[in-house]
């Protein structure tokens, strides 16, 4: 009945104009229509007042028209940017709180609080006012491990959420530059989250500093002149915290808005893509309407991951600055490690061998420290920005991809990927590489030397293995649309045959395994078989195509064609006695007739 | 956008209908891919299987049976009354558990941990309980069907397009751009020079650099002193394998006293001489060396001091210098050594530099050479 009673609460009834009934509907119930003011209760010519106050300011009515019931698909993996945006919101949120109470200074001061041992010390204002907000602010310290929960929590949904996106094609044609804001957005939340892991102005934060301004002195010509400016004179100096600060609490923040702002407005454009199966199409969405089934859910979903990063902050420690003391130069900082989302530069920095650095022509070149730190995430970055159009440029693919891959339909991309996380995982073990010494008693030598090995090797023994994987997964696919389920019923024929009796699977279950379209190898154009009759001649970029092309789809499996499984069916197979060797057979390099076919390096 | 939108949404109602309006059941009616091969001619047997088209709605418990929705109505509002008890915890917690300013440590940090505690599971309770019910809400009690909705390809129509063109092309003839070289290479100008002041402006951020990377705060004579606890320091002091933090003498009188501290925090090591070689003995005082305590890789205080093996580790990225072979790197990351402060002892007997680093400590950078 709430539905029914939705269009009157949303502006029904206009004095002077027909506000629509049920929307999408077209059912609404007769109570709804009726204009206002001829009766109703009171509570409904209040809320048909307010609406026809914002339909005559702003069009409201058109706004609810048109958005209102708009459809989003539901999937488990959808609610991973979820995480990202809510953890945002609660980043705000605490955020705020802390600005309150934390002064972004290094002007020395004279500690005074509760935590004894520090009391009477000379610290900066903003690791006193860091402490004060832990101790003497009730509820600070939960404040301030929310805060740090929910950054850790948002890194890792914003990564985790470009893996889902990666592995299932999302990125394809038309969002891929909804990919590049969202990478973009990554980048940016390990820039956010370093800056605020510095403003306690502790001991860690301030080795953290220590090194940005050692990475800043590696960079070539100007490296010197940028950390100067930087930090407002040599490092540590006292101009770079309230920058930092500035950067944290204002700059980052509003551009954070502004991308997930554009990032969101492009998926309700885009309208969401769908996990593939019966009656899903590239022509249609299917799921349930924003107002009010998706809102309840999402809005629902902020506050369970609101509550659980608040646990989570209640019950694990992070980050106790009282533990490390202020920032100093020069005490020791044993087994110092960095948030999570800088692992795997800190890991990189550890892995590159000393010899990296070079002189010439009287310049120090430290490639030791640029390769690992900032060349290294540029890269990756550049090539994550740029994998759309790469596989678009392989595939030739020009329409629109609403329905996403299953990631076993695409080995090679899923290959890609696993590598890409091999890659970054050994990166981050690496920087845990002196945990890893003492907690497993290793030389940390044997260890450094035995990770610089695999960082190389494993990621390609990943691709294939992900791969082989992939294409297996598609054969047993083959194998349950020919041959449906094994019931382990063993049937014994008069003649003596012994077979397991295979069960059909339903249309619809088939339908997932056969929906997707197996790409084919390209073969650049031949002067004399040009399909766009230009007759030009082969060019690099037909060349470069090709052999891309074929590093992608040599390997394949084609999905099931109904001829195929009427043939299965006719010899026997189908549902009768159990595997047949028919099928998954392997044929030497791409012959495209040979349909249906597996296809073989 | 919104016109069309309406109208191809299709509700739960409409769809039941089989293969109702703007919904063909075939997946090949959308616009086939590059390389799809096409369908052979006069063939029977399909190319591709057929979309089976949503599956039936299977009613939830909550729509069969009155009694289950009832019951899960019952959930939710046990969830948000759970809510409720929740906020009232944190509350009670916020008032009650107080941080006094005269406890013991231990007691201050147990009673900070209560104070957490209390407060973060009320708060969760609060927060989580809302968003677990209005999800069950949704789940159990709201429409359980899927609605359909039609997607249109982004791109605009033809006639769309060739308005839009025709619209932009108009509007540059009617500005003039094109027959007006003058004011189109004035204004580029204009515009590529503007933000030359905004990038001048950036200049007074810091000073230039200069020397400040290459010059620390010791100097021939000065007395080394112990770190934090401060003292100057006798050779006698040390005995052999032992290690000290230091600093040199009036640093924290300095101007800036962090940024000094920062370039010249200094490790004393004695060793046996025989230990040292040629080049360590050169600035070694009775076996007793002095070496930068910045990290040559990323700027870290190199402080983890190995006695048997005489080597000395970086905490953050596992440089390891030899301190019997002047600090050469042995592992890890940095490629210089550790640079040595040459020492001596002055006529009373005392730690000094017998001159300042004759190279920068810390990082490389460029202009290092």
């Not at chain 1, 702003?58 to 028209?65: E, K, Q």
């Not at chain 1, 309407?289 to 646990?311: E, M, S």
């Not at chain 2, 005082?285 to 402080?303: D, F, L, Q, R």
């Not at chain 2, 983890?304 to 301190?323: G, I």
């Amino acid at each position: 009945m709430s539905v029914t009673d939705e269009p009157a609460a949303t502006g029904a009834g206009g004095e002077e104009i027909g506000v629509p009934d049920g929307t999408d509907r077209g059912t609404g119930g007769p109570s709804t229509a009726g204009p206002a003011g001829s009766g109703g209760t009171r509570t409904a010519r209040a809320a048909g007042a307010v609406g026809t106050f914002a339909d005559e300011r702003f069009g409201a009515s058109r706004i609810v028209r048109g958005f209102a019931r708009k459809v989003f698909p539901d999937h488990w993996s959808f609610m991973l940017g979820e995480i990202a945006l809510y953890s945002f919101v609660v980043l705000l949120i605490t955020g705020v709180f802390l600005t309150l109470f934390y002064v972004p200074s290094v002007a020395p001061t004279t500690y005074e609080g509760s935590y004894a041992p520090l009391n009477g010390q000379q610290v900066s204002e903003a690791y006193a006012s860091t402490l004060r907000l832990s101790f003497d602010v009730r509820g600070g310290l939960l404040v301030r491990q929310i805060h740090h929960w929910s950054a850790l929590v948002f890194a890792a949904a914003i990564l985790v959420h470009m893996f889902r996106v990666f592995f299932t094609g999302a990125f394809r044609k038309p969002r891929e530059l909804n990919w590049v804001v969202g990478v973009v957005l990554a980048l940016l939340a390990i820039f956010e989250g370093f800056a605020g892991y510095s403003l306690p102005d502790d001991l860690l934060s301030g080795t953290g500093l220590r090194i940005a301004s050692s990475i800043l002195l590696s960079i070539p010509f100007v490296g010197s002149y940028l950390s100067s400016f930087l930090f407002g004179g040599e490092f540590p100096g006292e101009a770079f915290i309230p920058r930092l600060y500035t950067i944290h609490v204002l700059i980052l923040p509003a551009v954070f808005v502004l991308l997930i702002s554009a990032h969101l407005f492009m998926v309700v454009l885009h309208k969401h893509t769908q996990y593939p199966g019966p009656g899903r199409r590239d022509d249609n969405v299917v799921g349930y309407p924003f107002y009010p089934v998706y809102l309840a859910k999402a809005g629902g979903f902020f506050f369970i991951v609101a509550g659980i990063t608040t646990l989570m902050a209640a019950v694990f420690t992070i980050n106790p600055i009282w533990a490390y003391g202020a920032y100093d130069p020069s005490p020791v900082t044993a087994g110092s490690q960095p948030d999570w989302y800088m692992g795997f530069l800190d890991g990189a920095a550890r892995l590159a061998p000393g010899w990296w650095e070079f002189t010439a022509f009287g310049h120090t070149v430290s490639l030791n420290v640029l390769l690992p730190a900032v060349v290294l995430p540029g890269v990756l970055s550049i090539v994550a920005i740029l994998y759309p159009w790469l596989e678009s440029f392989v595939t030739r693919s020009r329409r629109e991809h609403h329905v996403l891959d299953r990631p076993r339909n695409a080995p090679t991309r899923t290959g890609l990927g696993v590598m890409a996380i091999t890659f970054y995982l050994l990166l981050l073990v690496s920087g845990g590489n002196d945990i890893i010494a003492t907690q497993l008693h290793l030389s940390i030598n044997a260890i450094t030397v035995a990770l610089r090995v695999l960082v190389i090797a494993l990621p390609p023994i990943a691709f294939l293995v992900t791969k082989r994987i992939c294409l297996g997964l598609q054969r047993r696919d083959r194998d349950l649309v020919l041959h449906g389920r094994e019931t382990g019923r063993i049937v014994r024929t008069e003649q003596g045959e012994v077979y397991e009796v295979h069960e059909p699977i339903d249309e619809r279950e088939r339908w997932r395994l056969v929906q997707h379209q197996a790409h084919r190898p390209y073969e650049p154009p031949s002067p004399d078989e040009t399909g766009s009759g230009n007759g030009h001649s082969v060019t690099v970029r037909d060349r470069l195509r090709s052999r891309l092309n074929r590093f992608y789809f040599r390997d394949r499996v084609d999905p099931v064609t109904p001829a195929e499984l009427a043939a299965a069916q006719a010899s026997g197979h189908g549902t009768g006695p159990g595997h047949g060797t028919g099928e998954g057979r392997s044929t030497e390099a791409p012959s495209t007739e040979a349909a249906g076919t597996t296809t073989e390096r | 956008m919104t016109d069309d939108d309406r109208r191809d949404a299709v509700t739960p109602q409409q769809r039941q209908e089989p293969d109702s309006g703007n919904a063909p059941a075939v997946p090949a009616a959308g616009p086939a891919p590059a390389g799809e091969p096409e369908p052979p001619e006069g063939q029977p047997v399909p190319d591709r299987f057929e979309d089976p088209g949503l599956p039936e709605h299977r009613p939830r418990s909550t729509d069969r049976d009155p009694r289950a929705a009832r019951r899960a109505e019952f959930q939710v509002a046990a969830l948000f009354s759970l809510s409720v008890t929740g906020t009232l915890l944190a509350l009670a917690a916020y008032y009650t558990v107080q941080v006094e300013d005269d406890l013991g440590v231990a007691e201050l940090l147990g009673r900070l941990r209560l104070s957490t505690l209390l407060l973060g599971i009320g708060l969760f309770l609060a927060l989580f309980c809302v968003g677990a019910g209005v999800v069950h809400w949704a789940r159990r009690l709201m429409p359980g069907e899927e609605w359909t909705e039609h997607r249109h390809v982004l791109r605009g129509s033809d006639t769309d397009r060739a308005e839009a063109r025709r619209i932009l092309a108009d509007g540059a003839a009617e500005s003039g751009l094109g027959r007006r070289p003058l004011i189109r290479n004035t204004l580029v100008g204009a515009l590529a020079l503007a933000p030359l002041p905004a990038i001048a402006l950036l200049r007074d951020t810091g000073p230039l650099p200069e020397d400040s990377l290459s010059r620390t705060f010791w100097r021939a004579g000065l007395h080394l002193v112990r770190d934090p606890e401060g003292g100057r320091i006798r050779p006698d002091d040390l005995v052999v394998g032992s290690v000290v933090h230091v600093m040199p003498e009036g640093v924290d009188e300095a101007e800036h006293p962090l940024e000094e501290r920062a370039k010249a925090a200094v490790l004393v090591i004695r060793l046996d001489p025989e230990d040292l070689d040629q080049e360590s003995l050169g600035g070694a005082h009775e076996g007793i060396v002095a070496y930068s305590k910045i990290c040559t890789h990323m700027g870290c205080p190199v402080g983890l001091y190995e006695q048997q093996t005489r080597h000395l580790l970086c905490p953050c990225h596992q440089s390891t210098f030899d301190v019997s072979r002047h600090c050469q790197v042995i592992f890890g990351p940095a490629k210089r050594p550790l640079p040595q402060l040459p020492l001596t002892v002055d006529p009373e007997g005392y730690l000094v530099a017998a001159d300042g680093f004759r190279e920068a400590v810390g990082p490389s950078f460029w202009e290092r050479g």
